[in-house]
């Protein structure tokens, strides 16, 4: 549905050139739900506004349902941009029109008969759960209910993929939660390919397919959803993982102990035989459980414990961490 190809942006300032997208090769398909994460200034935002031309390439090609569309401009610019629905962290409403209007602006824009504005307004509305809000002013409703009313607009147009910067950031848990809703819902009845940036790692657990990794312009990973949550491979997932579930965790905690470490575990319950069998065979070495927890990504679990190690003889250390990564998937994990 999308594939970018030897994709790269960079500005250029008064002397200096900044690649903000470097080289980046990567596929999704279509009727995906592909995020993509990363620190701050990783690109993020300007890779995926590649995709409507929002932002031009530099070099390489963006394909859309197989046509390269880097050069487009005029009426197939237009196209391309009807065909494609975008939503941000500030909602972009029009707050002295009501939440019909906002919706129905979009189809105007693309020069709907009317007959169909009063159908079809309605329906997304339906879609979205608003069902009740048509009357009512962009002021007077909840964050999510916002968001809900700017995916309801993104929709407007039949768009074959909906991209969303940051599309939750500026919401609480609960709102948070109930925009995920709606979107997993929109995406069990209309088949959409959806592009999602975001820094929430609780977002990305429970919506993804599939996750890329950003750093510093380039892609460092691309996984289905458990496989990086379960066992991350470069050290930006690592670190983006790690922070996530220090937040469990007072600082005062992390910062008294000094060798700490995160196991994760693919199964239920079997963290049980791997801590038994620890102080069983390491005689010198005493494993603390700080903190540990289930959770389910793509409706599977996975288990984490993060652990100190407190040890009478270095070398025995050595073996105990060899002995988890036999058995577990473990990382170190720095206080900061
Ligand atoms: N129009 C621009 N001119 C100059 N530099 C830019 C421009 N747009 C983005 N950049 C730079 O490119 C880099 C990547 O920016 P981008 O907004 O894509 O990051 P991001 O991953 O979306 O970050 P965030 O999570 O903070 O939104 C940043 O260093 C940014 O300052
Ligand atoms: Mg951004």
């Given amino acids: 549905m999308i594939r970018f190809e030897n994709l790269s942006v960079k500005f250029s300032h008064t002397d200096a050139e900044y690649t903000a997208v470097d080289r980046v090769n990567l596929t999704i398909n279509?009727?995906?739900?592909?995020?993509?994460?990363?620190?701050?200034?990783?690109?993020?935002?300007?890779?995926?506004?590649?995709?409507?031309?929002?932002?031009?390439?530099?070099?390489?090609?963006?394909?859309?349902?197989?046509?390269?569309?880097?050069?487009?401009s005029g009426q197939k610019l237009r196209n391309l941009r009807l065909n494609i629905g975008m939503i941000f962290q500030h909602f972009n409403l029009i707050s002295n029109a009501t939440?019909?209007?906002?919706?129905?602006?979009?189809?105007?824009?693309?020069?709907?008969?009317?007959?169909?504005?009063?159908?079809?307004?309605?329906?997304?509305?339906?879609?979205?759960?608003?069902a009740d809000k048509a009357e009512l002013f962009p002021p007077s409703l909840s964050g999510g209910q916002k968001q809900r009313v700017a995916i309801a607009r993104a929709l407007a147009n039949n768009p074959q993929i909906l991209l969303c910067d940051e599309a939750t950031s500026a919401l609480d848990p609960d709102n948070t939660k109930e925009v995920i809703q709606t979107l997993r819902n929109i995406k069990n009845h209309y088949?959409?390919?959806?592009?999602?940036?975001?820094?929430?790692?609780?977002?990305?657990?429970?919506?993804?397919?599939?996750i890329a990794v950003m750093e510093k312009g380039r892609l460092v990973e691309v996984a289905p959803s458990y496989t990086l949550f379960a066992t991350p491979q470069s050290e930006a997932a690592k670190a983006l993982i790690s922070s996530d579930y220090k937040k469990a965790v007072p600082k005062k905690v992390l910062e008294q102990e000094k060798d700490l470490y995160m196991i994760t575990y693919k199964e239920e319950g079997a963290f049980d035989p791997v801590i038994s069998d620890v102080s069983r065979k390491f005689l010198n070495t005493d494993l603390s459980i700080i903190e540990g927890n289930i959770e389910y990504v793509q409706d599977k679990p996975i288990g984490r414990l993060l652990i100190s190690l407190r040890t009478r003889d270095e070398k025995e250390k050595e073996s105990v961490i060899s002995y988890l990564h036999r058995k577990t998937f473990i990382s170190r994990l720095d206080a900061e």
Avoid: C, W
């Avoid at 890779?47 to 031009?56: G, I």
């Avoid at 019909?100 to 979205?128: C, G, H, M, W």
């Avoid at 088949?191 to 599939?210: G, N, Y």
């Fill in 99 to 130: 939440v019909y209007d906002n919706i129905a602006f979009a189809l105007k824009a693309s020069s709907t008969p009317v007959k169909e504005i009063q159908k079809r307004v309605p329906e997304l509305l339906e879609l979205v759960g608003l």
């Fill in 30 to 72: 279509k009727g995906e739900f592909f995020g993509i994460v990363g620190a701050s200034g990783a690109g993020k935002s300007t890779l995926v506004r590649t995709v409507n031309l929002l932002q031009k390439p530099t070099s390489g090609n963006v394909y859309i349902n197989g046509e390269n569309i880097v050069n487009y």
């Fill in 191 to 210: 088949p959409i390919t959806i592009l999602f940036i975001t820094h929430q790692m609780e977002v990305a657990k429970s919506l993804f397919d599939r």
